[in-house]
């Protein structure tokens, strides 16, 4: 069987994921194989969703492309660059926010730039810079359980975008919020990508919520063979490209 010739790597590549496979726990008896031989490319500026049923890896495929974790198999690239460990370049937004409880909104939302060694004074320039992309400029000095839930997902988006990324990837960020409060959080995430242009990797299991976001539906295959328990995603299995419509669907 002849395998189908891959485009080479570019520089100008957002992610390219060539035949990734992770085995959870490998060489052990409680071995999983969580992703075989996915293959994914990822323009600059596109807006992707992964979409699948719970356990079929989408959440492990990012934390690779992040640099989390090392691929059992294959090769991750980014920009002409081997995924080796994490970088600002790539952007890993969890579902729970992650916010310090004893940090100000401001001082999280800053929190990369000073592991990066940035002044206080960067900091906070910084801080005001991005809360205001978001739209929580007064409460730079508040404390997390101040806000609502949607508001400290501002700032975990806040945080991320002040390391200015390339490629953003969220782990079903709006899963804990109610229905309303989703909605509103996909209108403000298609305003945030427009306005910073960096490669989206989105993951979700709502149908809706992938219409109204994506660019390209990439849907995982989930397969489970009892006799292994394993699980297999094969990501290209199907790619549905939708129209950008602004605020597709976001009232529904």
Not at 35 to 51: N, Y
């Amino acid at each position: 069987m002849v395998s189908k010739p891959f485009k080479p790597i570019s520089s100008q590549d957002a992610v390219v994921c060539r035949n990734i496979s992770k085995v959870w726990a490998e060489g052990t008896k409680r071995a999983h194989v969580a992703l075989r031989d996915v293959d994914l490319d990822v323009t600059p500026g596109e807006f992707i969703v992964l979409l699948g049923p719970s356990g079929c890896g989408k959440s492990t495929l990012l934390y690779l492309i992040a640099g989390l974790e090392r691929e059992s198999g294959g090769e991750v690239w980014s920009f002409g660059d081997r995924v080796a460990g994490p970088s600002p370049e790539r952007s890993l937004i969890f579902q729970e926010t992650s916010l310090f409880p004893w940090l100000t909104v401001g001082q999280n939302a800053s929190f990369g730039l000073s592991i990066r060694g940035e002044s206080a004074g960067a900091r906070r320039t910084a801080a005001r810079e991005v809360l205001a992309r978001v739209g929580l400029t007064e409460a730079i000095d508040k404390r997390p359980d101040e806000l609502s839930g949607g508001m400290r997902q501002r700032v975990a988006v806040a945080r991320a975008l002040a390391m200015r990324p390339k490629v953003l990837l969220m782990d079903e960020p709006f899963a804990a919020l109610d229905v309303q409060t989703r909605a509103k959080m996909q209108d403000f995430l298609l305003d945030v990508w427009r306005d910073s242009r960096a490669s989206v990797l989105f993951v979700t299991h709502h149908i809706d919520e992938a219409v109204a976001l994506a660019d390209r539906v990439v849907v995982s295959r989930h397969v489970r063979a009892a006799s292994r328990r394993s699980c297999r995603s094969i990501f290209p299995a199907r790619a549905i490209r939708f129209p950008r419509k602004p605020n597709c669907c976001a009232g529904n």
